[in-house]
């Protein structure tokens, strides 16, 4: 994997986008599956575990999509360009409590249905 202007995602969120190298990946080496790369980030005063994986086609970014600029005097140390931010996560008041569609039974749909569907009594046989 090239890293020269290579566009990249990784996990992670995104406090700002200094240009200062406040912004640094070391890699560690490829993940497991040999498709991306494992690396140490520090962004400002934090330090993160992350991966970083080439773009592709028509699969789903998880994470920010970055820029992974080689060092020339140390190519394993790379600037981090952040080209996209991450999506915010979903706000949890906006999200159904539940799987499928809403549950709406209003007094008038409850009388209807039983209108419909309850069970007429059959009449009784005089003894």
């Known amino acids: 994997m090239g890293l020269a202007s290579a566009a ?4 992670g969120s995104l406090d700002d986008d200094r240009r200062d190298g406040s912004d640094i990946a070391l890699i560690q080496g490829k993940t497991p ?13 934090r330090i993160e575990l992350a991966h970083v994986r080439p773009l592709e086609q ?7 999509v970055v820029s992974l600029t080689p060092r020339p005097e140390f190519p394993l140390l790379c600037d981090v360009k952040v080209e996209l931010e991450a999506p915010a996560p979903a706000d949890v008041a906006t ?5 499928g569609p809403a549950q709406v039974a ?3 749909y409850r009388e209807n249905w039983d209108k419909i569907w309850k069970r007429k009594r059959e009449p009784e046989l005089p003894s």
């Open 58 to 64: 028509g699969a789903p970014i998880r994470g920010e």
């Open 33 to 45: 599956d040999g498709e991306g790369l494992r690396v140490i980030r520090k962004r400002r005063e």
């Open 106 to 108: 209003t007094d008038r």
């Open 95 to 99: 999200r159904p409590a539940h799987g």
């Open 8 to 11: 990249c995602y990784a996990n």
